[in-house]
């Protein structure tokens, strides 16, 4: 894999002549830090400020592929661009309303298993169970590192009977639970490129294992993974979500040119006013 930062004229090039691009980002671990608790994730002001001006260009389109809940992702972004919600089982925003069927079918299977992972859980109270209506997952971070297998091993025993409708997958601290469809986050991203393009190239960047189908979905574009990795689909990779806005800056600067202002989500203006999330008029880049 390449440093991204350390071939910016490679990447330069490789989008040159583009008039449209689109750039698909995860959420957590690549525009913001993981953190102990989902609930507490939150932009830097300065990422905020950068994502303002990409979506200012008129040549960038800029996407949220997340395995959050759509409401939840959509109330972190303080503007109104194109959110997947459930890895991709739902879209909303730039003109987007998507939700897919058979896993929408699932939702009362999902909740029974829901419902079996928390009775498990009575035996471990440091893990939690996180209902995003299409899909789940099992957050087991705070639970001592010597009890995470036999805690996998009891949860996977109890999803046991749903095995031929539900799809069980390894996240980071964390096991995913999601209807059994045809559908992932690349398949979200297809979807993105056939309703909201065309596009002349498109910028991948995630964390997690999820995010390489985004990448399998995105050959021959930019894709760029969040920590060094092994085994990727991902051609280049940065350290972390500070290092992802210095380079939607640079792209910015080099792909872009700023000529409207985008619109204020007003539920990300509610959630500011209440858990001090910025608002955009506020914020600055700082030096």
């Known amino acids: ?42 932009l830097a002001p300065a990422t905020i400020e950068i994502l303002r001006h990409v979506m200012a260009c008129p040549q960038l389109t800029l996407a949220v592929i997340s395995g959050r809940a759509l409401a939840d992702v959509r109330r972190r972004l303080p503007f109104d661009i194109v959110v997947a919600g459930n890895h991709g089982l739902e879209l909303a925003g730039g003109g987007l309303d998507f939700e897919h069927a058979g896993a929408r079918d699932l939702r009362p299977m999902l ?8 009775a498990l859980l009575r035996d471990w109270p440091a893990a939690w169970i996180e209902d995003k209506g299409l899909s789940a997952t099992l957050h087991f971070r705070k639970v001592d590192p010597r009890n995470h297998n036999p805690l996998l091993f009891a949860a996977r025993r109890a999803l046991g009977g749903f095995g031929k409708q539900l799809a069980l997958r390894a996240g980071k601290m964390a096991l995913e639970v999601r209807p059994r469809v045809s559908w992932d986050k690349g398949s979200a991203l297809g979807y993105i490129r056939e309703n909201a393009g065309p596009f002349d190239a498109c910028i991948c960047l995630g964390d997690d294992q999820t995010d390489e189908s985004m990448f399998r979905a995105n050959p021959g574009g930019v894709n760029i993974r969040i920590g060094c990795s092994i085994g990727t689909a991902a051609s280049h990779y940065l350290a972390g979500p500070n290092e992802v806005a210095i380079l939607l800056s640079h792209i910015v600067d080099v792909h872009g040119s700023e000529a409207r202002v985008p619109r204020t989500n007003p539920r990300a203006s509610a959630h500011a006013a209440t858990t001090g999330f910025p608002s955009l008029g506020a914020v600055a880049v700082s030096d």
């Open 1 to 42: 894999m390449k440093y991204c930062l350390s071939v910016l004229s490679e990447i330069d090039s490789r989008l040159a002549g583009a008039a449209r691009i689109l750039v698909a980002t995860d959420f957590d671990g690549t525009l913001c830090p993981i953190v102990e608790t989902p609930s507490e994730a939150r």
């Open 111 to 118: 909740a029974r298993a829901c419902e079996a992972l928390t």
